[in-house]
């Protein structure tokens, strides 16, 4: 493995996003590398709708405005603009979740209903095959889905056969070079015995929702998502100055005071993860043994306690805290452009036009 690789992962983390193509041209050669497809599920979260979205649907309506549009489903089966340059005029927005690992493994989609729906507006449209895919319908605790960690305990068995397992979300920009480059990847590392658990495709841009600490080796710190405030999953209380407040961090990430470095920017995740599917699978059995119990459900140290999730955020940080997840700076911050609510969707269209005028891997 050429040193430059790993390179990316730590002190040059920086320099990923400027040799992006080049890494594309080294690591995809001929387009999605057929001999990993066996050895890769990947997940696509497709359960919700979302208070939000279906309030915006419903305030909508109020206005006066004609949404032919089911609350009900996910928000995901909503019609956008279709820019991929295959397929009809307009696809639903999980459309662009699904064409991003396309042909890059087996697939699992996970949802609350609406299967038929999803095979005649997405899947079929995009090429998949019977054969190539599964549904997974989320099971609830008290009426709500309990988060992306728990999706992936439940849909366990459909990927812990596999080698690795990427995620992604039916509401985001997401994008086939991203997926297939992190694939690569952490691939590619794995032939040389130095394969990261996490794999995590970021971006980086100004004043981050959650951004990403990061020390002098470009190694992930912590992560600010909001339901990650407290100690880290699976940290004692004692680690939280260590980890979140402490440690060296990179002029790339943070400064030591907390405040924003030069540029102002920071790293953050889009919506794919990569993972290497056993070290995964110890995690969420580490993180349910130690929070969650029949009788109460996930209690997971920073989260929310009245939600009672269990998100794969916390998986994040459980492996960070064990150093074993690392982050590769090539996406673009236009992945970063989930659908929340119907205001959402014209910058959504916008975004996911410049994500593809990338030059895309062949499927």
Request: hydrophobic share 40%.
């Amino acid at each position: 493995m050429s040193p430059d690789l790993r390179a990316y992962l730590g002190r040059e983390l920086k320099a990923g996003y400027a040799a992006r193509e080049a890494l594309a041209a080294a690591l995809l050669p001929d387009g999605y590398p057929p001999s990993l497809k066996d050895r890769v599920a990947c997940v696509t979260l497709l359960a919700g709708s979302g208070s939000r979205w279906v309030e915006s649907v419903r305030e909508a309506r109020a206005a006066g405005a004609a949404v032919e549009f089911d609350e009900a489903k996910p928000r995901g089966l909503y019609p956008v603009r279709n820019l991929m340059g295959e397929g009809p005029e307009r696809l639903p927005i999980a459309s662009y979740a699904l064409r991003a690992v396309r042909g890059l493994g087996y697939n699992v989609i996970v949802t609350r209903g609406f299967e038929a729906e999803i095979e005649s507006s997405i899947l079929r449209p995009l090429g998949y095959r019977a054969g190539d895919y599964a549904f997974r319908e989320q099971a609830v605790r008290e009426g709500k889905p309990r988060g992306h960690g728990d999706a992936a305990f439940q849909c366990m068995e459909l990927w812990a056969d596999k080698e690795y397992v990427i995620f992604n979300f039916g509401g985001d920009a997401s994008s086939p070079l991203t997926a297939a480059l992190g694939l690569a990847f952490i691939a590619a590392m794995d032939r040389d015995g130095a394969a990261p658990g996490l794999l995590l495709p970021v971006a980086r841009k100004p004043s981050p929702a959650y951004p990403i600490r990061v020390d002098v080796e470009g190694r992930p710190l912590s992560f600010g998502h909001a339901k990650l405030k407290a100690a880290p999953a699976g940290a004692s209380a004692g680690a939280v100055g260590s980890v979140q407040a402490g440690g060296s961090a990179d002029d790339g990430g943070y400064a030591d005071d907390g405040g924003y470095a030069d540029d102002g920017a920071a790293y953050t995740n889009v919506g794919v993860r990569i993972y290497r599917a056993a070290e995964l699978a110890d995690a969420i059995g580490e993180l349910r043994r130690r929070h969650w119990t029949a009788e109460r459900g996930y209690a997971l140290p920073g989260n929310d306690p009245a939600g009672g999730e269990f998100a794969l955020d916390n998986v994040d940080e459980y492996l960070a805290e064990k150093g074993r997840a690392r982050l590769l700076y090539v996406a673009r911050p236009e992945e970063l452009s989930p659908v929340k609510s119907l205001a959402d969707v014209p910058r959504f269209e916008s975004d996911i036009g410049a994500v593809y005028r990338d030059r895309m891997p062949r499927a």
